[in-house]
């Protein structure tokens, strides 16, 4: 497998050990770096003024140096053409009778480009608006802070580079580039965090970053150099390498081109027009895999585990708080069946009467035990009420239900898709009916994911007056849940590991003669993997093939490959099927930066055809 062929660039990041004005033995490790890492990254790229060392003071003025870096640089091009590499270098240049500090962009033997550093600094002069190009070895080369080296034969990459400390008004004027090159030299400092600093500025812009920083091997006169380099994506730091060391240190990059747009912002106000130069990337040819990590819950992503369940959990009761405080209603009907999603929309609902001030007692749990429905969870939603003091009611259904099927001349003995939708739509009339009895909303229990699926009966559980887990994917669900459950009393939080752990199900068939129940992961599939294929069609769009790729990186440990093949042809046949119900769901607050409503998020045909 070779990672390319899945829009991945592989990077190699060097903080080469330097020698400081020895301009020959730092030309002669970069070429070295080249030989040694050319046939395994796409791209290698060198800190600011690496050819020199940063530290060469009265030193960038001298003549001599001057003609080292020239040759320098050539015999750099003529490695790169050797060994049909792109490289990022970073130097002074001298031209007319001015110093610069600028990044070198070269590729397969040419010099693409020369990038200045846009602020001026004792040694090196800031670029001249009215040069736009200069000469090299008789060549003209673009010259400036504006240029974009767009990739033609890898779709979706165009490539910036700036020059020193990491800045939002540096990167605020790259929007034609997706990719940000940031090449570095600076000495360490306690109080910053660069990596921080880096994942804010790749999640304000959603770009991938590679920031460069020198290290410990310049100068230890007044300070030393380093921190690290960082490779940041859309606000998420892939990897990180400590260039606190003597040595030259190393850092692979694994950009996913698919993460990052592509598109420019056409609305944005154009502080400079951009010149793109174009160049072709080497494949790698030999099986290369993908060494990144690939988290399996990707909505997560590590973040400190309390507070983001307590956030969505409070993004959750706002929303039908706001909804309750317009309608001027201080009562809610709820079916609760004992499941993970309506004991979750509970705990929202009760958090929302907290924000309100508003009695407890106006939060009326119904549960509706029908021809399927278990004891287990039965009498987890009474014991749930009781310990929470709020109402309760229990109204059979299946007298109701058995009524309806005699109405319609249906004979119960079939166990099919009238028997199940016909208990479903028969409790939602209840729950409706009696919000109008009391004058009372109906807060909905349907999640995200089983949103996504077409997992619920139209015009059954998948109607509410507002659904409060509308935003909410089922792997989100349960780990809310099971943090709530933490800050609990013992009785309380019994109850809720009881739920948690019992099998995610309908109950809208009886168990078999072996007592086992109908579960739904044992129909659709495992969750977790809906939760990962919907999260990366939705957020980035990606291919079937893409998202089966990522799929199988991710869960190695956990699902065979062929498990995962049959599961996303399960959710993508599911998916597409169920937008009808998504065309008319309730209102309810999105959580995460992706939506299944047909208001502000995926809007799509009800009749379209994907294989």
Not at 133 to 148: A, K, Q
Not at 420 to 448: C, H, P, S, W
Not at 481 to 496: D, R
Request: aromatic fraction near 10%; charge should be negative.
């Amino acid at each position: 497998m070779n990672i390319n062929s899945y829009n991945y660039l592989k990077a190699c990041l060097i903080s080469p050990k330097t020698k400081i004005g020895n301009v020959k033995d730092n030309a002669k490790a970069i070429i070295k770096e080249i030989e040694n890492h050319a046939k395994d990254a796409n791209i290698l790229v060198f800190p600011e003024l690496s050819l020199t060392s940063a530290s060469c003071y009265d030193l960038f003025l001298s003549h001599d140096i001057h003609h080292e870096i020239s040759d320098a640089i050539t015999e750099i091009i003529s490695a790169s053409a050797k060994h049909n590499a792109t490289v990022v270098v970073g130097s002074p240049f001298y031209y007319s009778g001015k110093v610069y500090n600028v990044g070198l962009f070269i590729s397969a033997g040419k010099l693409l480009g020369i990038v200045p550093k846009s602020e001026n600094s004792p040694y090196f002069s800031s670029p001249n608006n009215n040069i736009s190009s200069i000469f090299f070895n008789e060549m003209e080369i673009p010259f400036g802070t504006n240029l974009v080296f767009s990739c033609k034969n890898f779709p979706c990459c165009n490539i910036s580079i700036t020059i020193g400390k990491p800045a939002l008004h540096a990167f605020a004027e790259m929007d034609d580039a997706n990719i940000v090159i940031n090449i570095d030299a600076a000495s360490f400092v306690m109080s910053e965090n660069v990596a921080e600093k880096i994942r804010c500025l790749s999640e304000l812009t959603q770009k991938t970053i590679l920031y460069v920083n020198s290290n410990a091997s310049e100068t230890t006169t007044d300070s030393v150099f380093g921190s690290e380099m960082v490779f940041a994506e859309c606000g998420k730091i892939v990897e990180t390498a400590n260039t606190l060391q003597l040595a030259t240190q190393k850092l692979i990059a694994e950009m996913d081109l698919d993460l990052i747009s592509c598109m420019p912002n056409s609305d944005r106000i154009m502080k400079k027009k951009s010149l793109f130069l174009y160049f072709s990337l080497n494949p790698l040819n030999k099986i290369c895999n993908l060494h990144r990590n690939v988290d399996k819950n990707p909505y997560f992503c590590g973040k400190e585990n309390l507070q983001f369940c307590q956030r969505v959990l409070e993004v959750q009761a706002l929303g039908l708080a706001k909804r309750l405080e317009y309608l001027r209603l201080k009562r809610v009907v709820l079916g609760l069946s004992g499941g993970i999603d309506s004991t979750l929309a509970l705990f929202a609902t009760l958090r929302a009467f907290e924000i309100l001030n508003i009695d407890k007692a106006g939060i009326y749990v119904i549960t509706m035990p029908g021809l399927a429905s278990s004891v287990h969870t039965q009498a987890a939603a009474k014991e749930l009420a009781d310990l929470l003091n709020i109402t309760y009611l229990e109204i059979p259904i299946n007298s109701a239900v058995k009524q309806h099927f005699s109405d319609i001349d249906y004979d119960i003995q079939k166990e099919n898709i009238v028997f199940e939708n016909a208990q479903a739509r028969q409790r939602t009339m209840i729950l409706f009916n009696y919000a109008n009895k009391i004058d009372a909303l109906v807060v909905g229990t349907g999640d995200m994911s089983e949103i996504a699926l077409g997992w619920s009966t139209f015009n059954g559980d998948h109607i509410s007056h507002y659904n409060v887990n509308a935003g909410v994917p089922k792997t989100i669900a349960r780990m809310v849940l099971q943090n709530i459950a933490e800050k609990q009393t013992q009785q309380i939080a019994e109850v809720l590991l009881k739920i948690i752990n019992f099998p995610i199900s309908p109950e809208l068939v009886p168990a078999d003669e072996d007592g086992n129940i109908q579960e739904t992961e044992k129909i659709v599939g495992p969750y977790i993997l809906h939760d990962f294929f919907m999260y990366y069609y939705l957020k980035h769009n990606l291919s079937k093939k893409k998202i089966v790729f990522l799929a199988k990186q991710a869960f190695s440990d956990e699902f065979t490959n062929e498990e995962i093949d049959k599961y996303i042809n399960i959710f993508w046949k599911r998916f597409f099927s169920s937008q009808y119900k998504r065309s008319c769901s309730p209102d309810g607050p999105s959580i995460f930066d992706i939506s299944l409503s047909p208001r502000i998020g995926l809007k799509l045909s009800s009749d379209v055809e994907l294989n």
